[in-house]
């Protein structure tokens, strides 16, 4: 495989920073509506926007992106949202790190690589208000490319009703692309967000695909898009019903703790965290995922 691909780099990077500009300004507009219910007297949160570089080791450009930040929001307790498109080449560690493609023939004689995606996590004020993950990539190589990512909902206290529609949402924009995709992609996600040493998952699950090409790009950017999409309407229907609820100090703890469990996840398993560090990506950036306060007990 010998294509350069620039026109399907830059039409995917340009959907990934098209949709992080969507979920911003959603989700700025859920700070501005919250007037009723807990914290609705404090100032909207506003993300911080800022800069990322990365640098080869010798000190040429790499890349980088925008990493956008809201803390102490009425809404949310942290959320970032971050979109990037990097480039230069693969050491063996970073290789490794990319689990699903170790081992390509022929990376050993040319390890250039590009890599453009949007990751988002999201903490709440509210813990009866669910914590969310999403992210959706595209990774090429002289010697293959491929599309992954997904979203999944972690909620602290579970309400079934809100799970149901996660995850009805979520089929709702896969079955266009045939209806074997929302199974076989929540399966993925549910065996890829457990947390072997607790013996649980993370989460109530969601969709998760990795390493995706059916050899047509085209259709595999429009999946992609599809799962992106899915996203907003999945989501911001759960916060607006649960952020007005009360809550108490035992319901504040739980969430503590279930965000124990989501770092522990996140620092020990998520193959982005250890890509990411190990190409040399912005820390901060990498690291955004974390919550700002947990508990272990």
Same mark, same amino acid.
């Given at each position: 495989?010998?294509?350069?691909?620039?026109?399907?780099?830059?039409? /995917?990077?340009?959907? *990934?920073?098209?949709?992080?500009?969507?979920?911003?300004?959603?989700?700025?507009?859920?700070?501005?509506?919250?007037?009723? @219910?807990?914290?609705?007297?404090?100032?909207?949160?506003?993300?911080?926007?800022?800069?990322?570089?990365? %640098?080869?080791? #010798?000190?040429?450009?790499?890349?980088? @992106?925008?990493?956008?930040?809201?803390?102490?929001?009425?809404?949310?307790? =942290?959320?970032?949202?971050?979109?990037?498109?990097?480039?230069?080449?693969?050491?063996?560690?970073?290789?490794? /790190?990319? /689990?699903?493609?170790?081992?390509?023939? @022929?990376?050993?004689?040319?390890?250039?690589?590009?890599?453009?995606?949007?990751?988002?996590?999201?903490?709440?004020?509210?813990?009866?208000?669910?914590?969310? %993950?999403?992210?959706?990539?595209?990774?090429?190589?002289? %010697?293959?490319?491929?599309?992954? @990512?997904?979203?999944?909902?972690?909620?602290?206290?579970?309400?079934?009703?809100?799970?149901?529609?996660?995850?009805?949402?979520? =089929?709702?924009?896969?079955?266009?692309?045939?209806?074997?995709?929302?199974?076989?992609? =929540?399966?993925?996600?549910?065996?890829?967000?457990?947390?072997?040493?607790?013996?649980?998952?993370?989460?109530?699950?969601?969709?998760?695909?990795?390493?995706?090409? +059916?050899?047509?790009?085209?259709?595999? *950017?429009?999946? +992609?898009?599809?799962?992106?999409?899915?996203?907003?309407?999945?989501?911001?229907?759960?916060? !607006?019903?649960?952020?007005?609820?009360?809550?108490?100090?035992?319901?504040? #703890?739980?969430?503590?703790?279930?965000?124990?469990?989501?770092?522990?996840?996140?620092?020990?398993?998520?193959?982005?965290?250890?890509?990411?560090? !190990? +190409?040399? %990506?912005? /820390?901060?950036?990498?690291?955004?995922?974390?919550?700002?306060?947990?508990?272990?007990?």
């Amino acid at each position: 495989m010998t294509e350069n691909f620039d026109t399907e780099k830059a039409r /995917a990077s340009a959907w *990934f920073r098209e949709l992080r500009d969507q979920i911003v300004a959603a989700f700025e507009g859920l700070e501005d509506s919250q007037n009723t @219910g807990p914290l609705s007297d404090a100032a909207p949160g506003r993300f911080e926007v800022t800069e990322t570089k990365r %640098h080869s080791d #010798d000190g040429s450009d790499a890349g980088g @992106g925008l990493m956008s930040v809201m803390r102490g929001g009425r809404v949310f307790e =942290k959320i970032g949202v971050n979109v990037s498109s990097v480039y230069g080449t693969l050491g063996e560690r970073a290789q490794h /790190a990319m /689990a699903a493609r170790k081992g390509i023939p @022929g990376m050993k004689d040319d390890p250039r690589f590009w890599a453009s995606g949007i990751s988002l996590v999201a903490h709440m004020q509210n813990p009866h208000a669910p914590a969310v %993950h999403m992210n959706t990539r595209m990774f090429w190589t002289p %010697h293959a490319w491929w599309f992954g @990512g997904g979203s999944d909902l972690n909620p602290c206290i579970e309400y079934a009703e809100d799970t149901q529609h996660f995850h009805d949402t979520q =089929k709702k924009h896969l079955d266009p692309h045939g209806e074997a995709y929302y199974p076989r992609l =929540k399966e993925w996600a549910d065996e890829y967000f457990y947390v072997p040493h607790r013996g649980r998952a993370r989460g109530v699950g969601g969709i998760f695909m990795d390493d995706h090409n +059916t050899g047509d790009w085209e259709t595999d *950017f429009s999946l +992609t898009q599809d799962i992106g999409r899915a996203f907003l309407p999945a989501y911001v229907p759960l916060v !607006e019903k649960r952020r007005v609820q009360d809550w108490s100090d035992a319901d504040k #703890d739980t969430q503590l703790v279930h965000r124990g469990l989501y770092a522990e996840y996140n620092l020990v398993y998520d193959r982005g965290t250890k890509f990411g560090l !190990e +190409t040399g %990506h912005d /820390a901060n950036a990498v690291l955004m995922s974390l919550p700002p306060l947990a508990k272990w007990v």
